[in-house]
């Protein structure tokens, strides 16, 4: 009778840790999160690139020899920097009909002496200074000068593009221009420097209507300017950027990462941790963001998301809330 007892025990305590693994067994491990509060401001990114509105050009009103040229294209200069050197000797010896190794290819030396017979007298000679200087800080846009050559009266020597008047062209759809408003705030970061960031404000003027050229055939889109309020020697003329208008106030939204929704023929779903359990609930979502998804469908802020290899009704252990 001992013994039978001492069986139905060991056969109890078997039976119960046989359940208890077999209970064990049905429970699924999963991660958790809970919906994360996200600061967001409604925004547009765009393409475009750095254009010059306004170059300041050198010419002068008499041939010169140039001597030395001290610039090249697209070379940023300070104001006040040496651009070219002019040789007055060989000036001279031209008017007294030695040419020597001056480059005359591109000048109708007759046209240029009935233009100007004595353009070399002494007190004009005097005026004409030894070496040239930018008038202004920019980008040496144009060059139309080489050393050892002669130049035309009023002929564009040197243009430079001014910093100052460099804004940024930035393309969009026609719909998302109907979202900016004169003075929208604009990031731009130049493609070459994509650690350098500008400020920027849409302008008032200058939208231009373009059809443009894709595999997908012609689109209609939309040039809009933007002034820089920090404006350094990176920012030139053709410079591609890429940019983001910011068109309203920051708003706080809800947000899940975005490996928690799922999708079925019923439309996008997540799984909620309720009792122990998964509890399938159908979500509506809103904007995106780099790795989150907002969720507009409401939940209670302690409500635990969860996601891994599981299914509804299944019993769930977290291994990584949060």
Excluded: W
Excluded at 82 to 102: P, Q, R
Aim: glycine share 6%.
């Amino acid at each position: 009778m001992r013994k039978k007892f001492i069986y139905i025990i060991l056969s109890v305590m078997l039976g119960a840790e046989f359940i208890a693994f077999y209970n064990l067994q049905q429970v699924k491990p999963a991660e958790g999160s809970i919906l994360a509060e996200y600061e967001y401001t409604p925004h547009i990114n765009v393409t475009g690139e750095f254009e010059n509105i306004c170059n300041t050009t050198i010419t002068f009103s008499y041939p010169l020899i140039i001597k030395e040229v001290f610039v090249r294209e697209n070379m940023f200069v300070n104001k006040g920097q040496a651009l070219f050197s002019v040789d007055k000797e060989k000036m001279i010896n031209l008017l007294n009909g030695n040419i020597g190794d001056t480059d005359l290819s591109s000048i109708n030396i007759d046209k240029l002496f009935s233009l100007y017979p004595s353009f070399l007298d002494n007190s004009e000679f005097i005026k004409i200074p030894d070496i040239f200087y930018s008038p202004e800080s920019g980008i040496i846009s144009s060059l139309d000068i080489k050393a050892n050559s002669i130049t035309l009266p009023d002929q564009e020597l040197v243009s430079i593009s001014t910093a100052d008047n460099t804004v940024a062209k930035l393309t969009l759809s026609q719909t998302d221009y109907g979202k900016i408003e004169i003075g929208n705030k604009v990031i731009i970061t130049p493609v070459a420097f994509e650690k350098r960031k500008y400020i920027g404000k849409i302008k008032e003027y200058g939208a231009v209507v373009k059809k443009q050229n894709s595999i997908a055939g012609n689109k209609v889109v939309v040039e809009v300017y933007a002034d820089i309020t920090n404006i350094d020697s990176v920012v030139s003329d053709g410079l591609q950027i890429n940019g983001i208008i910011y068109t309203d106030n920051s708003s706080q939204i809800k947000t899940l990462d975005f490996t928690y929704i799922n999708q079925d023929e019923n439309g996008q779903y997540v799984y909620i941790l309720d009792n122990g359990k998964a509890l399938k609930e159908y979500v509506q979502t809103g904007i995106e963001t780099n790795a989150e998804t907002q969720i507009l469908t409401y939940f209670n802020p302690d409500t635990i998301f969860i996601k891994g290899d599981i299914e509804e009704g299944d019993r769930i252990i977290l291994i990584n809330d949060k």
